[in-house]
Protein backbone atom coordinates (compact mmCIF):
# COMPACT_ATOMS: atom_id res chain seq x y z
CA UNK A 1 0.00 0.00 0.00
CA UNK A 2 1.60 3.36 -1.04
CA UNK A 3 1.83 5.86 1.86
CA UNK A 4 0.51 9.47 2.22
CA UNK A 5 3.16 11.46 0.51
CA UNK A 6 3.89 9.10 -2.08
CA UNK A 7 0.20 8.63 -2.96
CA UNK A 8 -0.23 12.32 -3.22
CA UNK A 9 2.48 12.80 -5.43
CA UNK A 10 1.46 9.57 -8.11
CA UNK A 11 -2.34 11.06 -7.74
CA UNK A 12 -1.75 12.96 -10.71
CA UNK A 13 0.28 10.14 -12.62
CA UNK A 14 -2.59 7.94 -12.52
CA UNK A 15 -4.94 10.60 -13.77
CA UNK A 16 -2.62 11.04 -16.46
CA UNK A 17 -2.24 7.75 -17.43
CA UNK A 18 -6.35 7.56 -17.42
CA UNK A 19 -6.74 10.35 -19.88
CA UNK A 20 -3.57 9.19 -22.06
CA UNK A 21 -6.55 5.84 -22.81
CA UNK A 22 -9.20 8.44 -23.41
CA UNK A 23 -9.59 9.05 -27.34
CA UNK A 24 -8.67 12.56 -28.50
CA UNK A 25 -12.29 12.51 -30.36
CA UNK A 26 -13.58 12.92 -27.31
CA UNK A 27 -12.26 15.95 -25.70
CA UNK A 28 -15.75 16.51 -23.16
CA UNK A 29 -14.67 13.44 -21.75
CA UNK A 30 -11.05 14.01 -21.66
CA UNK A 31 -12.13 18.00 -19.75
CA UNK A 32 -14.25 16.07 -17.32
CA UNK A 33 -11.77 13.48 -16.23
CA UNK A 34 -8.85 16.00 -16.01
CA UNK A 35 -10.81 18.31 -13.53
CA UNK A 36 -12.03 15.13 -11.82
CA UNK A 37 -8.30 13.85 -11.42
CA UNK A 38 -6.67 17.47 -10.25
CA UNK A 39 -9.52 18.56 -8.08
CA UNK A 40 -8.64 14.02 -6.68
CA UNK A 41 -4.98 15.33 -5.92
CA UNK A 42 -6.22 18.66 -4.48
CA UNK A 43 -8.75 17.12 -1.65
CA UNK A 44 -5.83 14.57 -1.38
CA UNK A 45 -3.77 17.29 0.38
CA UNK A 46 -6.64 17.66 3.12
CA UNK A 47 -5.40 15.14 4.96
CA UNK A 48 -2.09 16.37 5.63
CA UNK A 49 -3.23 19.55 6.97
CA UNK A 50 -5.70 17.45 8.99
CA UNK A 51 -2.97 15.31 10.94
CA UNK A 52 -0.34 17.93 10.74
CA UNK A 53 1.53 18.07 13.85
CA UNK A 54 2.27 22.10 14.66
CA UNK A 55 4.82 21.15 17.23
CA UNK A 56 6.68 19.00 15.19
CA UNK A 57 9.38 19.51 12.06
CA UNK A 58 8.83 17.16 9.10
CA UNK A 59 6.52 14.97 9.30
CA UNK A 60 5.12 11.27 6.84
CA UNK A 61 8.50 11.00 6.23
CA UNK A 62 9.29 8.63 3.89
CA UNK A 63 13.00 7.48 2.82
CA UNK A 64 14.00 4.99 0.61
CA UNK A 65 17.55 4.02 -2.01
CA UNK A 66 17.42 5.80 -5.12
CA UNK A 67 21.06 5.55 -6.05
CA UNK A 68 22.89 4.71 -3.50
CA UNK A 69 26.01 4.66 -4.81
CA UNK A 70 26.13 8.29 -4.94
CA UNK A 71 23.84 8.57 -1.59
CA UNK A 72 20.55 9.80 -3.35
CA UNK A 73 17.72 8.73 -1.62
CA UNK A 74 13.68 8.82 -2.54
CA UNK A 75 13.32 11.17 0.46
CA UNK A 76 9.76 12.44 1.21
CA UNK A 77 8.78 14.73 4.29
CA UNK A 78 6.54 18.07 4.89
CA UNK A 79 6.48 20.69 7.25
CA UNK A 80 4.82 24.13 7.77
CA UNK A 81 6.29 25.83 4.59
CA UNK A 82 5.56 23.22 2.21
CA UNK A 83 2.49 21.98 3.69
CA UNK A 84 0.74 25.23 3.07
CA UNK A 85 2.81 25.21 -0.71
CA UNK A 86 1.44 21.43 -1.29
CA UNK A 87 -2.23 22.64 -0.60
CA UNK A 88 -2.10 25.39 -2.16
CA UNK A 89 -0.35 24.18 -5.59
CA UNK A 90 -3.18 21.24 -5.01
CA UNK A 91 -6.56 24.02 -5.61
CA UNK A 92 -4.45 26.42 -7.91
CA UNK A 93 -3.79 23.90 -10.21
CA UNK A 94 -7.60 22.76 -10.25
CA UNK A 95 -8.69 25.88 -10.43
CA UNK A 96 -6.48 26.74 -13.37
CA UNK A 97 -7.59 23.69 -15.60
CA UNK A 98 -11.33 24.38 -14.53
CA UNK A 99 -10.85 27.80 -16.19
CA UNK A 100 -9.88 26.04 -19.31
CA UNK A 101 -12.95 24.66 -20.17
CA UNK A 102 -13.80 27.19 -22.71
CA UNK A 103 -10.48 28.04 -23.23
CA UNK A 104 -8.78 25.36 -25.28
CA UNK A 105 -10.18 23.68 -28.35
CA UNK A 106 -6.98 22.70 -29.97
CA UNK A 107 -4.98 19.64 -28.61
CA UNK A 108 -6.96 19.18 -25.99
CA UNK A 109 -5.96 15.99 -24.65
CA UNK A 110 -1.79 17.07 -24.77
CA UNK A 111 -2.52 19.95 -23.23
CA UNK A 112 -4.90 18.30 -19.92
CA UNK A 113 -1.58 16.30 -19.93
CA UNK A 114 0.56 18.63 -19.58
CA UNK A 115 -1.39 20.22 -16.80
CA UNK A 116 -1.30 16.69 -14.55
CA UNK A 117 2.13 15.91 -15.14
CA UNK A 118 3.03 19.76 -14.35
CA UNK A 119 0.73 18.98 -10.90
CA UNK A 120 3.04 16.08 -10.65
CA UNK A 121 6.25 17.65 -10.38
CA UNK A 122 5.41 20.78 -8.22
CA UNK A 123 4.15 18.93 -5.42
CA UNK A 124 7.79 16.81 -6.09
CA UNK A 125 9.54 20.00 -5.16
CA UNK A 126 7.54 20.34 -2.27
CA UNK A 127 7.96 17.32 -0.82
CA UNK A 128 11.61 16.70 -1.98
CA UNK A 129 14.55 16.23 1.08
CA UNK A 130 17.27 15.11 -0.86
CA UNK A 131 18.56 17.48 -3.34
CA UNK A 132 19.30 15.70 -6.43
CA UNK A 133 15.33 14.73 -6.17
CA UNK A 134 14.16 18.26 -5.66
CA UNK A 135 16.43 18.80 -8.54
CA UNK A 136 14.52 16.06 -10.93
CA UNK A 137 11.64 17.49 -9.89
CA UNK A 138 12.53 20.99 -10.26
CA UNK A 139 14.19 20.60 -13.79
CA UNK A 140 10.44 18.18 -14.51
CA UNK A 141 8.36 21.19 -14.30
CA UNK A 142 10.34 23.33 -17.10
CA UNK A 143 9.04 20.78 -19.70
CA UNK A 144 5.19 20.85 -19.39
CA UNK A 145 5.36 25.01 -18.93
CA UNK A 146 7.27 25.35 -21.83
CA UNK A 147 4.83 23.41 -24.24
CA UNK A 148 2.12 25.10 -22.48
CA UNK A 149 3.16 28.57 -23.71
CA UNK A 150 5.00 27.22 -26.60
CA UNK A 151 1.85 25.46 -28.33
CA UNK A 152 -1.21 27.04 -26.59
CA UNK A 153 0.14 30.99 -26.04
CA UNK A 154 -0.31 34.03 -28.04
CA UNK A 155 1.52 35.24 -31.07
CA UNK A 156 4.36 35.87 -29.21
CA UNK A 157 4.77 32.26 -27.80
CA UNK A 158 7.36 31.10 -29.41
CA UNK A 159 9.95 33.87 -27.99
CA UNK A 160 8.35 33.64 -24.54
CA UNK A 161 8.67 29.86 -24.38
CA UNK A 162 12.45 29.60 -25.26
CA UNK A 163 13.47 32.37 -23.51
CA UNK A 164 11.70 31.32 -20.09
CA UNK A 165 13.32 27.85 -21.16
CA UNK A 166 16.80 29.53 -21.74
CA UNK A 167 16.71 31.28 -18.24
CA UNK A 168 15.60 28.90 -16.12
CA UNK A 169 17.89 26.18 -17.48
CA UNK A 170 20.96 28.65 -17.10
CA UNK A 171 19.88 29.37 -13.58
CA UNK A 172 19.11 25.35 -12.85
CA UNK A 173 22.62 24.34 -13.98
CA UNK A 174 24.19 26.46 -11.43
CA UNK A 175 22.31 25.19 -8.71
CA UNK A 176 23.26 22.05 -9.23
CA UNK A 177 26.77 22.93 -9.33
CA UNK A 178 26.17 24.10 -6.14
CA UNK A 179 24.31 20.97 -4.74
CA UNK A 180 26.92 18.91 -6.61
CA UNK A 181 30.09 21.12 -4.82
CA UNK A 182 28.09 20.51 -1.12
CA UNK A 183 27.61 17.05 -2.04
CA UNK A 184 31.21 16.78 -2.41
CA UNK A 185 32.47 19.17 0.87
CA UNK A 186 30.36 16.69 2.95
CA UNK A 187 32.15 13.60 1.35
CA UNK A 188 35.30 14.70 1.75
CA UNK A 189 34.73 15.70 5.52
CA UNK A 190 32.43 12.11 6.14
CA UNK A 191 33.18 10.05 3.73
CA UNK A 192 29.35 9.20 3.53
CA UNK A 193 28.48 10.07 0.07
CA UNK A 194 24.34 12.07 0.71
CA UNK A 195 22.24 14.60 -1.09
CA UNK A 196 20.07 14.88 2.54
CA UNK A 197 19.54 18.23 3.22
CA UNK A 198 19.45 17.15 7.24
CA UNK A 199 22.83 15.67 6.30
CA UNK A 200 24.47 18.47 4.18
CA UNK A 201 23.50 21.02 7.22
CA UNK A 202 26.59 19.23 8.90
CA UNK A 203 28.84 19.66 6.48
CA UNK A 204 31.96 21.82 7.71
CA UNK A 205 32.79 24.59 4.90
CA UNK A 206 35.33 27.49 4.42
CA UNK A 207 33.65 30.79 3.86
CA UNK A 208 34.88 31.47 0.67
CA UNK A 209 33.39 27.75 -0.04
CA UNK A 210 30.09 28.66 1.78
CA UNK A 211 29.57 31.63 -0.41
CA UNK A 212 30.36 30.08 -4.00
CA UNK A 213 27.60 27.10 -2.89
CA UNK A 214 25.11 30.43 -2.03
CA UNK A 215 25.51 31.85 -4.75
CA UNK A 216 25.02 29.03 -7.13
CA UNK A 217 22.40 28.13 -5.20
CA UNK A 218 21.08 31.71 -5.46
CA UNK A 219 21.29 31.31 -9.50
CA UNK A 220 18.31 28.98 -9.71
CA UNK A 221 16.49 30.69 -7.46
CA UNK A 222 16.80 33.86 -8.28
CA UNK A 223 15.53 33.20 -11.46
CA UNK A 224 12.51 31.69 -10.46
CA UNK A 225 11.63 34.22 -8.02
CA UNK A 226 12.25 36.42 -10.10
CA UNK A 227 14.19 38.94 -8.97
CA UNK A 228 15.94 41.73 -11.01
CA UNK A 229 17.90 41.53 -13.55
CA UNK A 230 16.47 38.03 -13.78
CA UNK A 231 13.24 38.73 -14.59
CA UNK A 232 12.76 39.62 -18.12
CA UNK A 233 11.43 36.50 -18.96
CA UNK A 234 8.25 36.67 -16.69
CA UNK A 235 6.69 39.41 -18.17
CA UNK A 236 6.83 37.82 -22.00
CA UNK A 237 5.61 34.16 -20.45
CA UNK A 238 2.69 35.79 -18.43
CA UNK A 239 1.89 37.57 -21.49
CA UNK A 240 1.56 34.72 -23.89
CA UNK A 241 0.74 32.09 -21.84
CA UNK A 242 -2.84 31.21 -21.57
CA UNK A 243 -4.63 31.92 -19.06
CA UNK A 244 -4.08 28.76 -16.80
CA UNK A 245 -1.12 28.59 -17.58
CA UNK A 246 0.06 32.55 -16.20
CA UNK A 247 -2.56 31.69 -13.02
CA UNK A 248 0.15 28.38 -11.92
CA UNK A 249 2.86 30.77 -13.26
CA UNK A 250 2.35 33.43 -11.20
CA UNK A 251 0.36 31.55 -7.83
CA UNK A 252 3.03 28.57 -7.64
CA UNK A 253 6.35 28.80 -10.00
CA UNK A 254 7.54 31.49 -8.52
CA UNK A 255 7.14 29.87 -5.19
CA UNK A 256 9.91 27.66 -5.57
CA UNK A 257 12.07 30.19 -5.82
CA UNK A 258 11.46 31.61 -2.37
CA UNK A 259 11.04 27.79 -0.93
CA UNK A 260 14.80 26.80 -2.10
CA UNK A 261 16.01 29.82 -0.41
CA UNK A 262 14.29 28.86 2.94
CA UNK A 263 14.72 25.47 2.17
CA UNK A 264 18.48 25.51 1.12
CA UNK A 265 20.04 28.41 1.14
CA UNK A 266 19.51 29.61 4.88
CA UNK A 267 19.91 26.63 6.42
CA UNK A 268 22.98 25.01 4.16
CA UNK A 269 25.03 28.25 3.52
CA UNK A 270 24.08 29.91 6.93
CA UNK A 271 27.04 32.08 7.52
CA UNK A 272 26.93 33.29 3.26
CA UNK A 273 23.60 34.05 4.36
CA UNK A 274 24.76 35.81 6.66
CA UNK A 275 27.51 37.82 5.37
CA UNK A 276 26.89 41.62 5.06
CA UNK A 277 28.10 41.99 1.81
CA UNK A 278 25.55 39.43 0.51
CA UNK A 279 23.11 40.97 2.76
CA UNK A 280 23.42 44.29 1.03
CA UNK A 281 23.09 42.67 -2.55
CA UNK A 282 19.78 40.74 -1.87
CA UNK A 283 17.91 43.79 0.09
CA UNK A 284 19.10 45.86 -3.00
CA UNK A 285 17.84 43.42 -5.41
CA UNK A 286 14.78 43.28 -3.39
CA UNK A 287 13.91 47.09 -2.86
CA UNK A 288 14.70 47.31 -6.76
CA UNK A 289 12.05 44.53 -7.90
CA UNK A 290 9.86 46.00 -5.15
CA UNK A 291 9.86 49.85 -6.50
CA UNK A 292 10.71 49.17 -10.04
CA UNK A 293 8.01 46.23 -10.23
CA UNK A 294 5.71 49.20 -8.84
CA UNK A 295 6.89 52.30 -11.25
CA UNK A 296 6.37 49.84 -14.33
CA UNK A 297 2.75 48.54 -13.52
CA UNK A 298 2.24 52.35 -13.91
CA UNK A 299 3.24 52.95 -17.26
CA UNK A 300 1.68 49.78 -18.45
CA UNK A 301 -1.49 49.21 -21.18
CA UNK A 302 -1.51 45.44 -21.19
CA UNK A 303 -3.66 44.61 -18.43
CA UNK A 304 -1.99 40.95 -17.92
CA UNK A 305 1.35 42.17 -18.26
CA UNK A 306 0.46 45.32 -15.22
CA UNK A 307 -0.12 42.12 -12.90
CA UNK A 308 3.10 40.33 -14.35
CA UNK A 309 5.12 43.13 -13.06
CA UNK A 310 3.12 43.49 -9.88
CA UNK A 311 4.36 39.56 -9.16
CA UNK A 312 8.00 41.08 -9.32
CA UNK A 313 7.25 43.82 -7.24
CA UNK A 314 5.54 41.68 -4.53
CA UNK A 315 8.13 39.04 -4.62
CA UNK A 316 10.99 42.21 -3.99
CA UNK A 317 8.63 41.39 -0.38
CA UNK A 318 9.08 38.05 0.00
CA UNK A 319 13.12 37.60 -1.08
CA UNK A 320 13.23 40.92 1.73
CA UNK A 321 11.43 39.44 5.16
CA UNK A 322 13.38 36.04 3.97
CA UNK A 323 16.64 37.82 4.39
CA UNK A 324 15.72 40.08 7.67
CA UNK A 325 17.11 36.50 9.56
CA UNK A 326 14.14 37.32 12.39
CA UNK A 327 11.09 34.88 12.78
CA UNK A 328 8.18 37.81 11.80
CA UNK A 329 10.35 38.66 8.63
CA UNK A 330 10.47 35.13 7.66
CA UNK A 331 6.66 33.82 8.60
CA UNK A 332 5.75 37.22 6.98
CA UNK A 333 7.44 35.53 4.00
CA UNK A 334 6.04 33.00 4.22
CA UNK A 335 2.38 34.13 4.52
CA UNK A 336 3.37 36.85 1.69
CA UNK A 337 3.57 33.29 -0.95
CA UNK A 338 0.37 31.99 -0.03
CA UNK A 339 -1.47 35.42 -0.16
CA UNK A 340 0.22 36.38 -3.53
CA UNK A 341 -0.74 33.09 -4.84
CA UNK A 342 -4.19 33.55 -4.17
CA UNK A 343 -4.58 37.33 -5.14
CA UNK A 344 -2.36 37.08 -8.30
CA UNK A 345 -4.46 33.69 -9.13
CA UNK A 346 -7.35 35.99 -9.01
CA UNK A 347 -6.16 38.59 -11.13
CA UNK A 348 -4.71 36.60 -14.02
CA UNK A 349 -7.66 34.47 -14.04
CA UNK A 350 -9.63 37.94 -14.25
CA UNK A 351 -8.23 38.57 -17.08
CA UNK A 352 -8.53 35.37 -18.83
CA UNK A 353 -12.61 35.95 -17.95
CA UNK A 354 -12.85 39.31 -20.25
CA UNK A 355 -10.04 38.28 -22.73
CA UNK A 356 -12.52 35.20 -23.48
CA UNK A 357 -15.21 37.83 -23.98
CA UNK A 358 -13.52 40.44 -25.62
CA UNK A 359 -10.02 38.91 -27.01
CA UNK A 360 -7.79 41.92 -25.81
CA UNK A 361 -5.65 42.84 -23.42
CA UNK A 362 -5.82 46.26 -24.09
CA UNK A 363 -6.53 48.56 -20.66
CA UNK A 364 -7.84 51.08 -22.66
CA UNK A 365 -10.57 48.73 -24.34
CA UNK A 366 -12.10 48.61 -21.22
CA UNK A 367 -14.49 50.72 -19.22
CA UNK A 368 -17.32 50.76 -17.42
CA UNK A 369 -17.76 47.10 -16.82
CA UNK A 370 -19.47 47.62 -13.66
CA UNK A 371 -23.00 47.92 -15.19
CA UNK A 372 -22.83 44.48 -17.91
CA UNK A 373 -20.69 42.62 -14.86
CA UNK A 374 -21.59 44.12 -11.28
CA UNK A 375 -20.35 40.50 -9.82
CA UNK A 376 -17.35 40.82 -12.13
CA UNK A 377 -16.65 44.04 -10.70
CA UNK A 378 -17.12 42.65 -7.57
CA UNK A 379 -14.08 40.41 -7.36
CA UNK A 380 -11.82 42.52 -9.55
CA UNK A 381 -12.46 44.94 -6.35
CA UNK A 382 -11.78 42.46 -3.98
CA UNK A 383 -9.10 40.96 -5.73
CA UNK A 384 -7.29 44.42 -6.07
CA UNK A 385 -7.67 45.42 -2.17
CA UNK A 386 -6.09 42.14 -1.81
CA UNK A 387 -3.30 42.64 -4.08
CA UNK A 388 -2.57 46.10 -2.16
CA UNK A 389 -2.47 44.73 1.18
CA UNK A 390 -5.72 46.27 2.67
CA UNK A 391 -7.74 45.38 5.74
CA UNK A 392 -9.49 42.89 6.07
CA UNK A 393 -8.51 40.86 3.24
CA UNK A 394 -4.89 38.30 3.35
CA UNK A 395 -2.38 40.44 1.64
CA UNK A 396 -2.60 42.85 4.71
CA UNK A 397 -1.65 40.19 7.06
CA UNK A 398 1.53 39.24 5.02
CA UNK A 399 2.78 42.31 4.01
CA UNK A 400 1.93 43.92 7.85
CA UNK A 401 4.36 41.29 9.51
CA UNK A 402 6.98 41.64 6.66
CA UNK A 403 7.24 45.52 8.02
CA UNK A 404 7.27 43.84 11.64
CA UNK A 405 10.08 41.97 10.62
CA UNK A 406 11.90 44.66 8.42
CA UNK A 407 11.42 47.85 11.04
CA UNK A 408 14.06 46.53 13.55
CA UNK A 409 16.84 45.68 10.98
CA UNK A 410 16.49 48.98 8.84
CA UNK A 411 14.33 52.04 8.54
CA UNK A 412 15.81 52.54 4.81
CA UNK A 413 14.06 48.98 3.96
CA UNK A 414 11.00 49.93 5.68
CA UNK A 415 10.72 53.25 3.86
CA UNK A 416 11.45 51.76 0.39
CA UNK A 417 8.41 49.02 1.83
CA UNK A 418 5.79 51.75 2.70
CA UNK A 419 7.08 53.32 -0.77
CA UNK A 420 6.30 50.06 -2.65
CA UNK A 421 2.70 49.63 -1.01
CA UNK A 422 1.78 53.09 -1.96
CA UNK A 423 2.76 52.47 -5.64
CA UNK A 424 1.12 49.05 -5.78
CA UNK A 425 -2.38 50.88 -4.71
CA UNK A 426 -1.63 53.83 -6.92
CA UNK A 427 -1.55 50.97 -10.10
CA UNK A 428 -4.36 49.16 -9.03
CA UNK A 429 -6.72 51.55 -8.38
CA UNK A 430 -6.02 52.84 -11.53
CA UNK A 431 -6.38 49.71 -13.71
CA UNK A 432 -10.09 49.49 -11.28
CA UNK A 433 -11.28 52.90 -12.17
CA UNK A 434 -10.09 52.66 -15.87
CA UNK A 435 -11.59 49.18 -16.12
CA UNK A 436 -14.45 48.92 -13.83
CA UNK A 437 -15.95 52.66 -12.86
CA UNK A 438 -16.89 55.41 -16.12
CA UNK A 439 -18.94 55.44 -19.45
CA UNK A 440 -19.77 51.89 -20.69
CA UNK A 441 -17.74 51.89 -24.31
CA UNK A 442 -20.00 50.38 -27.12
CA UNK A 443 -18.25 46.90 -27.02
CA UNK A 444 -18.67 46.44 -23.59
CA UNK A 445 -22.34 47.21 -23.19
CA UNK A 446 -23.53 43.65 -23.62
CA UNK A 447 -20.80 41.23 -22.12
CA UNK A 448 -22.36 38.71 -20.06
CA UNK A 449 -21.49 38.39 -16.38
CA UNK A 450 -19.72 35.25 -14.62
CA UNK A 451 -20.94 32.33 -15.53
CA UNK A 452 -21.89 29.25 -12.87
CA UNK A 453 -18.30 27.99 -13.94
CA UNK A 454 -16.47 31.01 -13.02
CA UNK A 455 -17.69 31.65 -10.21
CA UNK A 456 -17.29 28.07 -8.77
CA UNK A 457 -13.64 29.39 -9.71
CA UNK A 458 -13.89 32.57 -8.09
CA UNK A 459 -15.37 31.86 -4.45
CA UNK A 460 -12.82 29.83 -3.00
CA UNK A 461 -10.56 32.45 -3.75
CA UNK A 462 -12.51 34.78 -2.55
CA UNK A 463 -13.81 32.81 0.55
CA UNK A 464 -9.54 32.34 0.97
CA UNK A 465 -8.74 36.24 1.11
CA UNK A 466 -11.30 36.76 3.71
CA UNK A 467 -10.59 33.63 5.82
CA UNK A 468 -6.88 34.72 6.03
CA UNK A 469 -7.55 38.06 6.52
CA UNK A 470 -10.04 37.68 9.47
CA UNK A 471 -8.80 34.47 10.86
CA UNK A 472 -4.68 34.51 10.40
CA UNK A 473 -4.06 32.18 13.59
CA UNK A 474 -4.19 29.22 12.59
CA UNK A 475 -1.39 29.79 9.36
CA UNK A 476 0.51 31.10 12.14
CA UNK A 477 0.56 28.67 14.08
CA UNK A 478 1.62 25.99 11.36
CA UNK A 479 4.49 28.59 10.03
CA UNK A 480 5.43 29.67 13.49
CA UNK A 481 7.98 26.47 13.90
CA UNK A 482 9.88 26.25 10.85
CA UNK A 483 10.59 30.03 11.08
CA UNK A 484 11.29 29.78 14.36
CA UNK A 485 13.82 26.70 13.34
CA UNK A 486 15.26 28.98 10.33
CA UNK A 487 16.32 31.45 12.68
CA UNK A 488 17.94 29.36 15.06
CA UNK A 489 19.88 27.65 12.68
CA UNK A 490 21.32 30.84 11.46
CA UNK A 491 21.98 32.03 15.11
CA UNK A 492 23.59 29.22 15.68
CA UNK A 493 25.62 27.96 12.92
CA UNK A 494 29.33 26.88 13.78
CA UNK A 495 31.96 29.08 12.28
CA UNK A 496 33.13 28.55 8.85
CA UNK A 497 36.46 26.28 9.05
CA UNK A 498 39.62 27.95 7.93
CA UNK A 499 40.98 27.34 4.39
CA UNK A 500 44.20 24.87 4.77
CA UNK A 501 47.17 25.76 3.32
CA UNK A 502 47.15 22.33 1.53
CA UNK A 503 44.49 20.28 0.57
CA UNK A 504 45.82 16.59 0.00
CA UNK A 505 42.78 14.35 0.08
CA UNK A 506 42.94 10.60 -1.24
CA UNK A 507 39.04 10.38 -2.87
CA UNK A 508 37.91 6.91 -4.14
CA UNK A 509 35.93 7.02 -7.18
CA UNK A 510 32.30 6.52 -7.81
CA UNK A 511 31.84 2.86 -8.20
CA UNK A 512 28.19 2.35 -9.74
CA UNK A 513 27.08 -1.27 -9.82
CA UNK A 514 24.53 -2.74 -11.55
CA UNK A 515 22.68 -5.47 -10.25
Excluded at 216 to 233: Q, S
Excluded at 313 to 325: E, Q
Amino acid sequence: MLSILTSLLVAPLIGLLVLLAIPSSSPRRIKIWANFASLVSALMTLPLLANFDRNQDFQFVERLPWIPSIGASYYLAVDGISLLLLVMTGFITFLAILSSWNAIDTRVKEYYACFLFLQFSMMGVFLSLDFLLFFVFWEMVLIPMYFIIAIWGAERRAYASIKFLIYTVVGSVLMLVGGIALHWQHFLATGVRTFAIDELMNTPLSLTMELGIFWALFAGFAVKVPMIPFHTWLPDAHTEAPTAGSVVLASILLKMGTYGFLRFSLPLTPNASRDPLTVKIIAALSIGAILYGALVCLLQKDWKKLIAYSSVSHMGFVTLGIFTFNQAGITGSMLAQINHGISAGMLFLIIGVVYDRRHTREIAQYSGLWKPMPLFGVVVLIASLSSMGMPPLNGFIGEMTILLGVYPVSWNWTVACMTGIVLGAAYLLWVFQRTIWGNTSEPNRNLPDLNLREKLIFLPLVISAFLIGLWPRPLFEILDRPSMKIVQRLQSAPAPVPVPSVVVATVPPVVLTYK
